[in-house]
T-cell receptor, first 117, second 114 residues
Framework: AQKITQTQPGMFVQEKEAVTLDCTYD???????LFWYKQPSSGEMIFLIY??????QNATEGRYSLNFQKARKSANLVISASQLGDSAMYFC??????????????FGKGTRLHILP | DTAVSQTPKYLVTQMGNDKSIKCEQN?????MYWYKQDSKKFLKIMFS???????INETVPNRFSPKSPDKAHLNLHINSLELGDSAVYFC?????????????FGPGTRLTVT
């Protein structure tokens, strides 16, 4: 069975510093995808970044990068130059890529990030 | 311009009532989902539909019945509401079935059962 683990329930980081949110996963699938979502206090779920298990390079999207270490089964999110608006709940997620219609995304329990001015 | 919309945004009701939440997406996606986010923020899939066909049905009580009249709409009807149904319900869509593509979420419906 697939499992996502986020071990940091909460983090406090000074504005402008880089922050790393940890995510480890467990799966027996050879092909899978990893996602990060942001949920601000307003409640919406915002897609941030995606990494495929066969992608050789780490994914990057602006200030977000995904530090993918396949052997360690980790997919940490790195936010560079943090901003006050980055304060939110962050969810790591994964899915199988069997291309079956019943592939589904499973989510970790989230990490609440607080950016301090 | 809203990609995935849900109504209502807030829903307060008493135990035993029946209520519906509506979801619409204007992205042309084939697949739509319902998720439940509990008070501890844990997000779990409930259902998925692909072109009006039910694909994923997790272990959800029979009181929850999704309906997809067309691929742009996925509604959730809940019968005999219970206190434990209080949660935020998110609708989402993706351009194809399977989860290799990002899912676009609606704003959520906060359901409170008293």
């Amino acid at each position: 069975a697939q499992k996502i683990t986020q071990t940091q329930p909460g983090m406090f980081v000074q504005e402008k510093e880089a922050v790393t949110l940890d995510c480890t996963y467990d799966t027996s699938d050879q092909s899978y995808g990893l996602f990060w979502y942001k949920q601000p206090s307003s409640g919406e779920m915002i897609f941030l970044i995606y990494q495929g298990s066969y992608d050789e390079q780490n994914a990057t999207e602006g200030r977000y990068s995904l530090n993918f270490q396949k052997a360690r089964k980790s997919a940490n999110l790195v936010i560079s130059a943090s901003q006050l608006g980055d304060s939110a709940m962050y969810f790591c997620a994964m899915s199988s890529l069997t291309m079956n219609r019943d592939d589904k995304i499973i989510f970790g329990k989230g990490t609440r990030l607080h950016i301090l001015p | 311009d809203t990609a995935v919309s849900q109504t209502p945004k807030y829903l307060v009701t008493q135990m035993g009532n029946d209520k519906s939440i509506k979801c619409e997406q204007n992205l042309g996606h084939d697949t739509m989902y319902w998720y439940k986010q509990d008070s501890k923020k844990f997000l779990k899939i409930m259902f998925s539909y692909n072109n009006k066909e039910l694909i994923i049905n997790e272990t959800v009580p029979n009181r929850f019945s999704p309906k997809s009249p067309d691929k742009a709409h996925l509604n959730l009807h809940i019968n005999s509401l219970e206190l434990g149904d209080s949660a935020v319900y998110f609708c989402a869509s993706s351009p194809t079935s399977g989860s290799s593509y990002e899912q676009y979420f609606g704003p959520g419906t906060r359901l409170t059962v008293t």
